[in-house]
């Protein structure tokens, strides 16, 4: 606490603000305390990383195979998960679309009120929703495809 008292009697006395020495044994402190707290966050993350390569190879060496009886083809649960896939990637090539088309109606009607700045803001929304669109068609399209083989 010593050190607090030295620090708060040096304040220049025209402006009442503290001496350039104070500011920089204020920045020396600073700037130690924070590499402690880097330090101690490196030191936790290895700890905490080296923990999880233990056990996760503790765990892979401890597992066991479990094999299957029976047939597993001809279960409720197979079959209702490839029916419950078919139809959602179905729902989602017909909605995908649908909605991308309404935002790019609302993005283009909030473009046109928009100024300069904000027309950057909404083009780039614009195209978000394209490919988002483009790339939930291809994602239901490759999941139906996939799906389409097991049956």
Not at 140 to 147: E, G, P, Q, Y
């Amino acid at each position: 606490m010593e050190h607090l008292d030295l620090l708060s009697k040096r304040h220049c006395k025209t402006t009442g603000r503290a001496t350039s020495a104070d500011n920089n044994l204020f920045r020396r402190i600073h700037a130690s305390t924070l590499r402690r707290v880097e330090s101690a966050k490196r030191s936790i993350y290895r700890f905490t990383l080296s923990m999880n390569i233990l056990f996760s190879w503790a765990l892979i060496i401890n597992s066991q195979s479990a094999y299957a009886s029976g047939d597993i083809r001809g279960s409720k649960l197979v079959t209702g998960t490839e029916k419950l896939i078919g139809d959602v990637t179905t729902w989602l090539m017909i909605l995908a679309p649908v909605v991308a088309g309404l935002l790019i109606i609302y993005f283009c009607i909030r473009r046109s009120a928009a100024d300069e700045m904000d027309t950057k803001k909404w083009n780039n929304r614009i195209i978000v929703a394209i490919v988002s669109c483009i790339g939930a068609v291809l994602g239901s399209a490759t999941l139906n495809v996939i799906i389409g083989y097991y049956k």
